[in-house]
């Protein structure tokens, strides 16, 4: 059983920067690609960026493209979502999830999820 949990969320002005970690107890984490998705107030969950098992692909949402940036520690089972330059519009709570395999784009159908972890950007 994979058991994932999220942290490193919080409240931050537009501008700063968050590096949301997610935790993943159980199986070998190289076993699944990994991604994050989130969800703002009133909107449903979107894509934001997704890694293989072995950390050698990655994929973000448009959105995201050249702020955020997707890593992995598979010797620590945790995978990072390093966010920079942060805009009152990635307001969400942030979710990790695991997959069978890598996907480009909303691609991705995830087999666990965490409980995610509220990120708020004030302007």
């Known amino acids: 059983q994979v058991q994932l949990v999220e942290s490193g969320g919080g409240l931050v002005q537009a501008g700063a920067s968050l590096r949301l970690s997610c935790a993943n107890s159980?199986?070998?984490?190289?076993?699944?690609?990994m991604a994050w998705f989130r969800q703002g107030p009133g909107k449903e969950r979107d894509f934001v960026a997704g890694?293989?098992?072995?950390?050698?692909?990655?994929t973000y949402a448009d959105s995201v493209k050249g702020r955020f940036t997707i890593s992995r520690d598979n010797g620590k089972n945790t995978v990072y979502l390093q966010m920079n330059s942060l805009k009152p519009e990635d307001t969400a709570v942030y979710y990790c999830?695991?997959?069978?395999?890598?996907?480009?784009?909303?691609?991705?159908?995830?087999?666990?999820w965490g409980r995610g972890t509220q990120v708020t950007v004030s302007s």
């Open positions: 159980g199986r070998t984490s190289s076993g699944y690609a």
């Open positions: 999830a695991a997959d069978v395999s890598f996907a480009h784009g909303t691609n991705w159908r995830p087999i666990y």
């Open positions: 890694i293989s098992g072995g950390g050698g692909r990655t």
